[in-house]
């Protein structure tokens, strides 16, 4: 399975945009991208998925370069209740019981 | 309200002691899973079920034993465990982790457990 490095953490500001990006190098043919959502003492919540291109859904954007050896998540105008971890997954159809999870990206909302 | 809830929501135990966790979906899904997560550590995936069939067992020590008696239920019994268990166990579901499209997680609040 394709191995993800995503950064540690990231900082940025009410109101502004916020873009965080995934490295998947060795991402297979039939392999999807995904992205959860985790807020302290909670399960995580889906938020995207894409095999490529870009996606769009009322909370976040994906977009997905042609080579699909990176993704970026991208966060429009992000308020104190967007801090939270976010982790990139990627997988093939099917593979719930072999995704494995990384640290993910602490993103830091400051007012 | 994701739809899968669990309980209890948090549980103190001693090492002796047998206690089991709960989680149930109510989301028509056919998959359910049991994740662990220590502080500072990534999700670890524990067990996986399909259509009360279990396929999926990551080397979890015994002292773990799952149970699925129907699609919507899923329990985690635990009997002699170790101070290093103490996690978030979270429980999630899914449409179906064999249906040939990815398929999205529907995560429970977690329990939060702690071994004395």
């Known amino acids: 399975l394709a191995k993800t490095t995503q950064p540690i953490s990231m900082d940025s500001y009410e109101g502004q945009e916020v873009n965080i990006t995934c490295s998947h190098n060795n991402i297979a043919t039939n392999d999807y991208i995904t992205w959860y959502q985790q807020f302290p003492s909670q399960g995580p919540r889906f938020i995207i998925q894409?095999?490529?291109?870009?996606v769009t859904n009322e909370v976040a954007s994906l977009f997905i370069p042609a080579d699909r050896k990176s993704s970026t998540l991208s966060l429009p105008r992000v308020s104190l209740s967007d801090t939270a971890v976010y982790y990139c997954l990627v997988g093939p159809a099917g593979s719930n019981y072999q995704l494995i999870w990384g640290a993910g990206t602490k993103l830091i909302i400051k007012p | 309200e994701t739809g899968v809830t669990q309980t209890p929501r948090h549980l103190v135990m001693g090492m002796t002691n047998k206690k089991s966790l709960k989680c149930e979906q109510h989301l028509g899904h056919n998959a359910m899973y049991w994740y662990k997560q220590s502080a500072k550590k990534p999700l670890e995936l524990m067990f996986v079920?399909?259509?009360?069939?279990?396929?999926e067992n990551n080397s979890v020590p015994s002292r773990f034993s799952p149970e699925c008696p129907n699609s919507s239920h899923l329990f985690l019994h635990l009997h002699t465990l170790q101070p290093e268990d103490s996690a978030l166990y979270l429980c999630?579901?899914?449409?179906?982790?064999?249906?040939?499209?990815?398929?999205?997680?529907?995560f429970g609040p977690g329990t939060r457990l702690t071994v004395l």
């Open positions: 894409g095999y490529k291109t870009k």
């Open positions: 079920y399909s259509l009360e069939e279990r396929v």
């Open positions: 999630a579901s899914s449409q179906d982790p064999t249906s040939g499209r990815a398929d999205e997680q529907f």
